[in-house]
Antibody
Framework: EVQLVESGGGLVQPGGSLRLSCAAS????????MHWVRQAPGKGLVWVSF????????KYADSVKGRFTISRDNAKNTLYLQMNSLSAEDTAVYYC?????????WGQGTVVTVSS | QSALTQPRSVSGSPGQSVTISCTGT?????????VSWYQQYPGKAPKLMIH???KRPSGVPDRFSGSKSGNTASLTISGLQAEDEADYYC?????????FGGGTKVTVL
């Protein structure tokens, strides 16, 4: 069974940093592209970032470019999102998502709240 | 990276058909056959319903179908059922990013 389990969310002050992790199991992690997608309270889905299967290629939404860094450790079957210079606009549920044909598996999400 | 345009809400009676539109540009929806659709219940993670414009993953009822014409993609739910009441999002590859629509709430009357 495919499982994606996010962790690392929490309350952080504006300007602070947080690192999200996503533990993958039930599939060959190193064969798949991975993404982070977020959803602010009461709002829609927003794509955040992508990493290819070996970590050599990454892409970012304009809203997080230069502040967020996506990475992966295929030996540990884990995806990461390093988030710096956080602002209230980054408050959201962050989902770890696998993709091949569409975003086919989603984690349950981890909540990030940016507030003083 | 502008969001794709979806109607905020659509509704229908059980057994009827509803169609949700998703309008983008030639840089996203019109430029690639990589449109997908997601169903989301409140407080839950989204679920893939359609990928590559019109392909249904295993386990998705054939009441759900997708299509595309020019810069607009569409999701049609035929034979609407009570459990189809949810939020639906379209998504398109856009060359160097992916972009979602704003979401459509489907109400079963």
């Amino acid at each position: 069974e495919v499982q994606l389990v996010e962790s690392g969310g929490g309350l952080v002050q504006p300007g602070g940093s947080l690192r999200l992790s996503c533990a993958a199991s039930g599939f060959t992690f190193s064969n798949y592209w991975m993404h982070w997608v977020r959803q602010a309270p009461g709002k829609g889905l927003v794509w955040v970032s992508f990493v290819n299967s070996d970590g050599s290629s990454t892409k970012y939404a304009d809203s997080v470019k230069g502040r967020f860094t996506i990475s992966r450790d295929n030996a540990k079957n884990t995806l990461y999102l390093q988030m710096n210079s956080l602002s209230a606009e980054d408050t959201a549920v962050y989902y770890c998502v696998r993709s091949r044909e569409g975003f086919d598996y989603w984690g349950q999400g981890t909540v990030v709240t940016v507030s003083s | 990276q502008s969001a794709l345009t979806q109607p905020r809400s659509v509704s229908g009676s059980p057994g009827q058909s509803v169609t949700i539109s998703c309008t983008g540009t030639s840089s996203d929806v019109g430029g690639y056959d990589y449109v997908s659709w997601y169903q989301q219940y409140p407080g839950k993670a989204p679920k893939l319903m359609i990928h590559d414009v019109s392909k249904r993953p295993s386990g998705v009822p054939d009441r759900f179908s997708g299509s595309k014409s020019g810069n607009t993609a569409s999701l049609t739910i035929s034979g609407l059922q009570a459990e189809d009441e949810a939020d639906y999002y379209c998504c398109s590859y856009a060359g160097s990013a992916w972009v979602f629509g704003g979401g459509t709430k489907v109400t079963v009357l």
